[in-house]
């Protein structure tokens, strides 16, 4: 970058248009104009040749990609998201690149398809969907697609974060559940809901109706959800997964479904998605969502104008607004 030019930023996908343009104004970016998943290759071509690069979730930022930005002019990772278990973390340490995230804005989307995902499974929605899309609804019965009611039942949370408590609050406030939940660290928040924090993920396995993930992916949470766990919930709970596909082994999840010792589970991430295990295809009660936590125009957009105010922080030579 010559002293009057505009820093340079690699971006691994297309973006909202007002989130392009933005960043547009202040940096003279790469687009990925096909919008398909690039190669490790080319991310780190990208990078070498960019001050930045801006990835999302499936892009795996590893060492190698690291390594070569840094032998180049990359400086800059600006993650388009909050999760970051796709970066290696560690080598952008070592190698003195900084890595930013995009935390808060999409806290409300998340919630939102959290109990969009709680609904559809407890109120069978998608079953009820694919009966009448293919003809074979034969018309109104007392005893027709009987789902569970929310009121009086018991949230779980795994990970009380923004997001765990943007869904306890609306499960609380808006369907009258009771709260429970399990966090790393003591919380001391006081809530305008009955929410009672547990020892931990095992105890909340036990009591839940409904177990709803919100933790990071880590080596920590790796499998947090396991054959112990899943044994430990109720048979009718149902597990809902807005976090990371690392957090739960579908595996154990997909046979605690076909032998219905648990009750079912919404789905909007996996363990090497986009590929599905096909197991959870098959099996029964399943709500699956291709990880759309967090896509409304107003978060995709907010998303991409946090890395912008990053980025404009980082080249301006102040520190980054959202470190990771
Ligand atoms: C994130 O930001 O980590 C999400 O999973 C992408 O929506």
Same mark, same amino acid.
């Given at each position: 970058?010559?002293?009057?030019?505009?820093?340079?930023?690699?971006?691994?996908?297309r973006?909202?248009?007002?989130?392009?343009a933005?960043?547009?104004q202040?940096?003279s970016?790469?687009?990925?104009?096909?919008d398909?998943?690039l190669?490790?290759?080319?991310? @780190?071509?990208?990078?070498?040749?960019?001050? @930045?690069?801006?990835?999302?979730?499936?892009?795996?930022?590893?060492?190698?990609?690291?390594?070569?930005?840094?032998?180049?002019?990359?400086?800059?990772?600006a993650n388009?998201?909050?999760?970051?278990?796709h970066?290696?973390?560690?080598?952008?340490a070592?190698?003195?690149?900084?890595?930013?995230?995009?935390?808060?804005?999409?806290t409300? @989307?998340?919630?939102?398809?959290?109990?969009?995902?709680?609904?559809?499974?407890?109120?069978?929605?998608?079953?009820?969907?694919?009966?009448?899309?293919?003809?074979?609804?034969?018309?109104?019965?007392?005893?027709?697609l009987?789902?569970?009611?929310?009121?009086?039942?018991?949230?779980?949370?795994?990970?009380?974060?923004?997001?765990?408590?943007?869904? @306890? #609050?609306?499960?609380?406030?808006g $369907?009258?559940?009771e709260?429970v $939940?399990?966090?790393?660290?003591?919380?001391?928040?006081?809530?305008?809901y009955?929410?009672?924090?547990?020892d931990?993920?095992?105890?909340?396995?036990?009591?839940?109706?409904?177990?709803?993930?919100h933790?990071?992916?880590?080596?920590?949470?790796?499998?947090?959800?396991?054959?112990?766990?899943?044994?430990?919930m109720?048979?009718?709970?149902?597990?809902i997964?807005?976090?990371?596909g690392?957090?739960?082994?579908?595996?154990?999840?997909?046979?605690?479904?076909?032998?219905?010792?648990?009750?079912?589970?919404?789905?909007?991430?996996?363990?090497?998605?986009?590929?599905?295990?096909?197991?959870?295809?098959?099996?029964?009660?399943?709500?699956?969502?291709? #990880?759309?936590?967090?896509?409304?125009?107003?978060?995709?957009?907010?998303?991409?104008?946090?890395?912008?105010?990053?980025?404009?922080a $980082?080249?301006a030579?102040?520190?980054?607004?959202?470190?990771?």
């Amino acid at each position: 970058m010559t002293k009057h030019d505009k820093p340079t930023i690699f971006v691994t996908r297309r973006w909202p248009a007002e989130a392009e343009a933005a960043l547009s104004q202040y940096f003279s970016p790469t687009f990925n104009e096909g919008d398909t998943p690039l190669s490790a290759a080319e991310m @780190a071509a990208g990078f070498s040749s960019h001050d @930045a690069i801006a990835p999302t979730v499936s892009d795996k930022i590893g060492a190698d990609i690291i390594s070569a930005g840094a032998r180049g002019s990359g400086r800059l990772i600006a993650n388009f998201g909050v999760g970051v278990n796709h970066i290696d973390l560690e080598a952008a340490a070592s190698a003195g690149i900084l890595v930013s995230n995009t935390p808060g804005v999409l806290t409300d @989307a998340t919630a939102d398809l959290a109990l969009t995902l709680i609904l559809m499974l407890t109120r069978r929605a998608g079953e009820g969907e694919r009966e009448l899309r293919s003809g074979s609804w034969d018309g109104w019965r007392p005893t027709h697609l009987m789902g569970r009611a929310l009121q009086g039942k018991t949230l779980g949370i795994i990970g009380m974060g923004r997001i765990g408590k943007a869904v @306890a #609050h609306r499960a609380a406030l808006g $369907f009258g559940m009771e709260v429970v $939940f399990q966090n790393r660290s003591q919380i001391t928040d006081k809530f305008n809901y009955s929410a009672k924090q547990l020892d931990d993920v095992d105890s909340v396995c036990r009591v839940a109706d409904i177990v709803s993930l919100h933790c990071a992916a880590s080596p920590q949470t790796y499998h947090v959800i396991n054959s112990k766990s899943l044994a430990m919930m109720k048979r009718d709970a149902c597990l809902i997964n807005t976090a990371r596909g690392d957090v739960v082994d579908e595996t154990a999840l997909a046979a605690a479904l076909c032998e219905s010792r648990i009750g079912g589970a919404g789905l909007d991430v996996f363990q090497g998605e986009p590929a599905i295990n096909p197991a959870l295809l098959s099996a029964p009660n399943t709500v699956l969502l291709p #990880h759309i936590g967090s896509a409304t125009v107003e978060t995709r957009t907010a998303m991409g104008l946090k890395v912008v105010e990053n980025a404009r922080a $980082f080249f301006a030579g102040d520190s980054l607004i959202d470190p990771v």
